[in-house]
Nanobody, 120 residues
Framework: QVQLVESGGGLVQAGGSLRVSCAAS????????MGWFRQAPGKERELVAR????????DYADSMKGRFTISRDNAKNIVYLQMNGLKSEDTAVYYC?????????????WGQGTQVTVSS
């Protein structure tokens, strides 16, 4: 049974930093592209960042470039999202996902999400 469990969300002031983590189990972690998505109230889920199988290639949404960094530890089966310079518009539920193929990734598994709230 595949499980993706996010952690590290919380309340942070604008301009601050936060790192969210996603621990994966039940799958061959290094065989999956990993991604972070987010969904704000009343908005569609959007891709934040993704990282290739060995972490050599990353991809970010334009509004996150330079502020967010995705990384992975294949020995620990964890993917991270370091978020710096947080803005109120970054407030959302952040979801971890595991997928296949690059660049046209099909997302196969999803976590339950972790809430990130940025106060202005």
């Amino acid at each position: 049974q595949v499980q993706l469990v996010e952690s590290g969300g919380g309340l942070v002031q604008a301009g601050g930093s936060l790192r969210v983590s996603c621990a994966a189990s039940g799958l061959t972690f290094s065989g999956y592209v990993m991604g972070w998505f987010r969904q704000a109230p009343g908005k569609e889920r959007e891709l934040v960042a993704r990282i290739s199988w060995r972490g050599r290639t990353t991809d970010y949404a334009d509004s996150m470039k330079g502020r967010f960094t995705i990384s992975r530890d294949n020995a620990k089966n964890i993917v991270y999202l370091q978020m710096n310079g947080l803005k109120s518009e970054d407030t959302a539920v952040y979801y971890c996902a595991a997928g296949s193929n690059w660049p046209l990734t099909r997302w196969d598994y999803w976590g339950q999400g972790t809430q990130v709230t940025v106060s202005s």
